[in-house]
């Protein structure tokens, strides 16, 4: 498998942990079900488990995942699970809550990431999942059964500043923001 190596990431509108953090080739898939509570004005997001996932320590063949939570583009609310120990397949099974009006769920998106507890607080990124949370189908049976999202490299924000419009990338279900310059004929 590949080294680790250290990488500064700026901050963007789809980058949330911005600084310096470990990175490692991609791998794995993460299982999420979204619901929302009308009675309560929460968004419900159960994250099931991860499989496959890379190692976090590379040469100690070591993986100690957790799941953070963020929806996009708001400031704050970020939640994450608790650490599993030495597993590339950990089972979650947590639910956490956003409290949010559900007419504010437009252009909005859910990230999840999921990062390798490492040792001295380091941390090492193993992937994400971005789902657009406009347009969800809460009403929809199926949105509420855990469902499997290849995790997806971290979007580069330098990427994010040259574009700005919406590309579906269909097999990590990622949304980029876009800068296309057009030109009038």
């Known amino acids: 498998p590949k080294s680790s190596k250290p990488v500064q990431e700026n901050c963007s509108s789809i980058s949330t942990d911005c600084g310096l953090f470990d990175s490692v080739a991609v791998a794995g898939e993460l299982e999420l079900a979204l619901v929302y509570n009308t009675n309560t004005s929460t968004l419900e997001i159960t994250v099931g488990a991860c499989r496959n ?16 939570l963020h929806v996009l ?12 120990k030495n597993t ?13 009006e559900r007419h504010l769920l437009f252009g909005k998106r859910l990230q999840a990431t999921v990062w390798h507890s490492g040792t001295l607080k380091r941390k090492v990124f193993l992937g994400e999942v971005l789902l657009p949370l406009d347009g969800w189908r809460f009403e929809d049976k199926t949105s509420k059964c855990l469902t499997w999202y290849p995790l997806c490299p971290k ?13 579906f990338y269909p097999f990590c279900h990622i949304f980029i923001e876009l800068l296309i310059v057009t030109v009038d004929h």
């Open 155 to 167: 979007v580069s924000s330098s990427i994010i500043s040259q574009f700005n419009f919406n590309i």
């Open 88 to 100: 590339t397949d950990p089972v979650y099974n947590e639910v956490l809550k956003y409290q949010i």
């Open 73 to 84: 583009p708001e400031k704050g609310g970020k939640m994450k699970t608790t650490v599993k």
């Open 53 to 68: 996932l890379t190692y976090g320590d590379t040469k100690r063949r070591k993986c100690h995942p957790y799941i953070k």
